[in-house]
Protein backbone atom coordinates (compact mmCIF):
# COMPACT_ATOMS: atom_id res chain seq x y z
CA UNK A 1 0.00 0.00 0.00
CA UNK A 2 1.85 3.69 -1.15
CA UNK A 3 1.81 6.15 1.71
CA UNK A 4 0.22 8.65 -0.66
CA UNK A 5 -2.81 5.84 -1.11
CA UNK A 6 -6.28 5.79 0.55
CA UNK A 7 -7.02 2.58 1.34
CA UNK A 8 -10.27 0.48 0.32
CA UNK A 9 -11.58 -0.64 4.08
CA UNK A 10 -14.61 -2.45 4.85
CA UNK A 11 -16.11 -0.98 8.25
CA UNK A 12 -18.57 -3.05 10.48
CA UNK A 13 -20.10 -3.32 13.93
CA UNK A 14 -21.84 -5.67 15.44
CA UNK A 15 -25.41 -4.76 16.93
CA UNK A 16 -27.65 -6.09 19.44
CA UNK A 17 -30.40 -3.79 20.69
CA UNK A 18 -28.53 -0.63 20.04
CA UNK A 19 -31.29 1.20 18.15
CA UNK A 20 -30.61 4.31 20.04
CA UNK A 21 -27.42 4.35 18.81
CA UNK A 22 -27.43 2.26 15.58
CA UNK A 23 -28.01 5.29 12.42
CA UNK A 24 -26.00 8.05 14.52
CA UNK A 25 -22.69 5.17 14.46
CA UNK A 26 -23.17 4.26 10.81
CA UNK A 27 -24.00 7.59 9.84
CA UNK A 28 -20.44 8.79 11.73
CA UNK A 29 -18.85 5.92 9.97
CA UNK A 30 -20.38 6.81 6.35
CA UNK A 31 -18.82 10.45 7.21
CA UNK A 32 -15.40 9.65 7.99
CA UNK A 33 -14.61 6.97 5.52
CA UNK A 34 -15.82 9.24 2.77
CA UNK A 35 -12.14 11.50 3.58
CA UNK A 36 -9.97 8.57 4.66
CA UNK A 37 -10.59 5.87 2.42
CA UNK A 38 -10.99 5.41 -1.72
CA UNK A 39 -13.30 2.86 -1.56
CA UNK A 40 -15.53 1.76 1.41
CA UNK A 41 -18.46 0.17 2.52
CA UNK A 42 -20.37 0.03 6.13
CA UNK A 43 -21.61 -2.87 7.58
CA UNK A 44 -24.11 -3.44 9.91
CA UNK A 45 -24.29 -7.02 11.63
CA UNK A 46 -27.53 -7.26 13.65
CA UNK A 47 -27.43 -10.14 16.00
CA UNK A 48 -31.00 -11.41 16.72
CA UNK A 49 -32.42 -7.79 17.59
CA UNK A 50 -35.60 -7.39 19.44
CA UNK A 51 -35.89 -3.84 19.33
CA UNK A 52 -35.62 -1.60 16.42
CA UNK A 53 -32.08 -2.30 15.71
CA UNK A 54 -33.01 -4.62 12.60
CA UNK A 55 -35.55 -1.80 11.14
CA UNK A 56 -33.27 1.22 11.40
CA UNK A 57 -30.28 -1.06 9.38
CA UNK A 58 -32.55 -1.71 7.03
CA UNK A 59 -33.84 1.92 6.51
CA UNK A 60 -30.03 3.17 6.28
CA UNK A 61 -29.21 0.26 3.66
CA UNK A 62 -31.97 1.41 1.68
CA UNK A 63 -31.22 4.92 1.69
CA UNK A 64 -26.98 4.35 1.47
CA UNK A 65 -25.79 2.18 -1.15
CA UNK A 66 -22.48 1.98 1.15
CA UNK A 67 -24.34 0.51 4.06
CA UNK A 68 -25.45 -3.07 4.03
CA UNK A 69 -27.07 -5.30 6.72
CA UNK A 70 -26.11 -8.75 8.02
CA UNK A 71 -28.90 -10.36 9.62
CA UNK A 72 -28.66 -13.22 12.37
CA UNK A 73 -32.50 -14.83 12.93
CA UNK A 74 -31.72 -15.35 16.41
CA UNK A 75 -28.78 -13.60 18.97
CA UNK A 76 -26.00 -15.66 18.60
CA UNK A 77 -23.46 -14.46 20.10
CA UNK A 78 -20.82 -11.46 19.85
CA UNK A 79 -17.98 -13.35 18.44
CA UNK A 80 -20.17 -15.15 15.62
CA UNK A 81 -21.54 -11.95 15.07
CA UNK A 82 -17.46 -10.49 14.46
CA UNK A 83 -17.22 -13.61 12.11
CA UNK A 84 -20.48 -13.17 10.56
CA UNK A 85 -18.44 -9.21 9.66
CA UNK A 86 -15.11 -10.24 8.92
CA UNK A 87 -16.34 -12.63 6.44
CA UNK A 88 -19.44 -10.22 5.07
CA UNK A 89 -16.01 -7.56 4.58
CA UNK A 90 -14.93 -7.74 1.00
CA UNK A 91 -12.04 -4.74 0.75
CA UNK A 92 -8.16 -4.70 1.47
CA UNK A 93 -8.34 -3.61 5.07
CA UNK A 94 -11.07 -4.53 7.07
CA UNK A 95 -12.33 -2.31 10.86
CA UNK A 96 -14.32 -3.27 13.24
CA UNK A 97 -15.99 -1.29 16.37
CA UNK A 98 -19.02 -1.87 18.83
CA UNK A 99 -22.33 -0.62 18.12
CA UNK A 100 -22.44 1.31 21.52
CA UNK A 101 -20.43 4.14 20.89
CA UNK A 102 -17.91 3.42 23.60
CA UNK A 103 -15.29 4.91 21.11
CA UNK A 104 -14.87 7.70 18.47
CA UNK A 105 -14.34 6.83 14.43
CA UNK A 106 -12.95 9.94 14.06
CA UNK A 107 -9.80 8.30 15.35
CA UNK A 108 -9.76 5.59 13.15
CA UNK A 109 -7.69 7.71 10.14
CA UNK A 110 -4.93 7.46 13.00
CA UNK A 111 -4.80 3.91 12.58
CA UNK A 112 -4.03 3.68 8.93
CA UNK A 113 -0.81 4.94 8.98
CA UNK A 114 0.16 2.11 11.23
CA UNK A 115 -1.00 -0.82 9.42
CA UNK A 116 1.43 0.32 6.33
CA UNK A 117 4.04 -2.01 8.58
CA UNK A 118 1.77 -4.20 10.20
CA UNK A 119 -0.74 -6.51 9.52
CA UNK A 120 -3.18 -5.67 12.37
CA UNK A 121 -3.54 -2.65 14.08
CA UNK A 122 -5.35 -3.53 18.10
CA UNK A 123 -6.24 -0.52 19.83
CA UNK A 124 -6.75 -0.02 24.11
CA UNK A 125 -8.43 2.11 26.10
CA UNK A 126 -6.36 4.81 26.79
CA UNK A 127 -7.83 5.93 30.12
CA UNK A 128 -11.06 3.19 30.59
CA UNK A 129 -14.62 4.62 31.51
CA UNK A 130 -15.78 1.49 32.73
CA UNK A 131 -17.54 0.51 35.98
CA UNK A 132 -15.10 -0.70 38.60
CA UNK A 133 -16.35 -4.42 38.16
CA UNK A 134 -16.00 -4.41 34.42
CA UNK A 135 -11.94 -3.03 35.00
CA UNK A 136 -11.31 -6.45 37.36
CA UNK A 137 -12.82 -8.61 34.83
CA UNK A 138 -11.09 -6.91 32.28
CA UNK A 139 -7.63 -7.65 34.52
CA UNK A 140 -8.61 -11.36 34.66
CA UNK A 141 -8.90 -12.02 31.61
CA UNK A 142 -6.03 -9.93 29.87
CA UNK A 143 -4.21 -11.57 32.79
CA UNK A 144 -5.02 -15.10 32.12
CA UNK A 145 -4.39 -14.71 28.40
CA UNK A 146 -0.63 -13.02 29.32
CA UNK A 147 -0.23 -16.17 31.88
CA UNK A 148 -1.82 -18.90 29.54
CA UNK A 149 -1.22 -17.97 26.22
CA UNK A 150 1.60 -15.58 26.24
CA UNK A 151 0.21 -12.62 24.82
CA UNK A 152 1.48 -9.75 25.90
CA UNK A 153 -1.14 -6.99 24.15
CA UNK A 154 -3.03 -4.53 26.41
CA UNK A 155 -7.01 -4.53 26.27
CA UNK A 156 -7.22 -7.69 24.24
CA UNK A 157 -10.86 -7.12 23.89
CA UNK A 158 -11.13 -3.41 22.96
CA UNK A 159 -13.53 -3.22 19.95
CA UNK A 160 -11.23 -1.16 17.78
CA UNK A 161 -9.10 -2.66 15.59
CA UNK A 162 -7.96 -2.44 11.83
CA UNK A 163 -6.87 -5.11 9.48
CA UNK A 164 -5.53 -6.68 6.66
CA UNK A 165 -8.16 -8.96 4.50
CA UNK A 166 -6.05 -11.77 3.43
CA UNK A 167 -5.17 -12.29 7.74
CA UNK A 168 -9.17 -13.98 7.46
CA UNK A 169 -8.02 -15.66 4.62
CA UNK A 170 -5.65 -17.66 6.41
CA UNK A 171 -7.20 -18.40 9.73
CA UNK A 172 -10.30 -20.12 10.95
CA UNK A 173 -12.34 -18.82 13.82
CA UNK A 174 -14.54 -20.42 15.90
CA UNK A 175 -15.53 -18.59 19.21
CA UNK A 176 -18.60 -17.59 19.22
CA UNK A 177 -18.39 -15.60 22.25
CA UNK A 178 -16.03 -13.00 24.21
CA UNK A 179 -12.89 -14.46 23.19
CA UNK A 180 -13.10 -13.76 19.70
CA UNK A 181 -10.29 -11.13 19.89
CA UNK A 182 -7.72 -13.02 21.80
CA UNK A 183 -8.63 -15.93 18.97
CA UNK A 184 -7.78 -13.59 16.17
CA UNK A 185 -4.56 -11.92 17.68
CA UNK A 186 -3.23 -15.73 18.96
CA UNK A 187 -3.75 -17.42 15.28
CA UNK A 188 -2.59 -14.65 13.57
CA UNK A 189 0.71 -14.23 15.76
CA UNK A 190 1.18 -18.10 14.86
CA UNK A 191 0.52 -17.49 11.05
CA UNK A 192 3.49 -14.59 11.18
CA UNK A 193 1.05 -11.77 10.96
CA UNK A 194 2.30 -8.06 12.52
CA UNK A 195 0.66 -6.81 15.26
CA UNK A 196 0.93 -3.34 16.49
CA UNK A 197 -0.73 -1.76 19.30
CA UNK A 198 -2.05 2.16 20.16
CA UNK A 199 -4.16 3.80 22.33
CA UNK A 200 -7.74 5.44 21.48
CA UNK A 201 -10.25 7.14 23.17
CA UNK A 202 -13.26 5.71 25.71
CA UNK A 203 -16.34 6.85 26.63
CA UNK A 204 -18.64 5.36 28.89
CA UNK A 205 -21.98 3.50 27.79
CA UNK A 206 -24.89 5.98 27.17
CA UNK A 207 -27.68 2.93 27.83
CA UNK A 208 -27.25 0.30 30.80
CA UNK A 209 -23.89 -1.48 32.05
CA UNK A 210 -21.68 -3.70 31.17
CA UNK A 211 -23.46 -6.68 29.29
CA UNK A 212 -20.36 -9.51 30.85
CA UNK A 213 -22.42 -11.72 33.30
CA UNK A 214 -21.51 -14.52 35.21
CA UNK A 215 -22.47 -16.84 32.46
CA UNK A 216 -20.90 -14.87 29.90
CA UNK A 217 -17.39 -15.11 32.02
CA UNK A 218 -17.52 -18.86 32.53
CA UNK A 219 -18.52 -19.88 28.79
CA UNK A 220 -15.27 -17.37 27.95
CA UNK A 221 -13.17 -19.98 30.50
CA UNK A 222 -14.96 -22.61 28.92
CA UNK A 223 -13.73 -21.69 25.39
CA UNK A 224 -10.19 -19.98 26.65
CA UNK A 225 -9.64 -24.09 27.43
CA UNK A 226 -11.24 -25.07 24.03
CA UNK A 227 -8.82 -22.59 22.27
CA UNK A 228 -5.61 -23.60 23.97
CA UNK A 229 -6.14 -27.44 22.49
CA UNK A 230 -6.96 -25.69 19.03
CA UNK A 231 -3.65 -24.02 19.24
CA UNK A 232 -1.77 -26.77 20.43
CA UNK A 233 -3.18 -29.44 18.15
CA UNK A 234 -2.40 -27.58 14.33
Not at 13 to 39: G, I, W
Not at 116 to 141: F, L, P, Q
Request: hydrophobic share 40%; proline share 3%.
Amino acid sequence: MSRLDKPRISFFFPACNEEETVEELALRADRVLRDAASDYEVIIVDDGSTDRTAEIADRLAAENRRIRVVHHPKNRGYGTALRSGFAAAKLDLVFYTDGDLQFDVAELPRLIPLIRDADIVSAYKERRMDSWERKVVSWVYNTSLRLFFDLPYRDVNCGFKLYRREVFDAITLKSTRGLIDAEVLLKARKAGFRIVQTGVTHFRRREGGSRYRIREIVMTIVQMFDLWRDLHRS
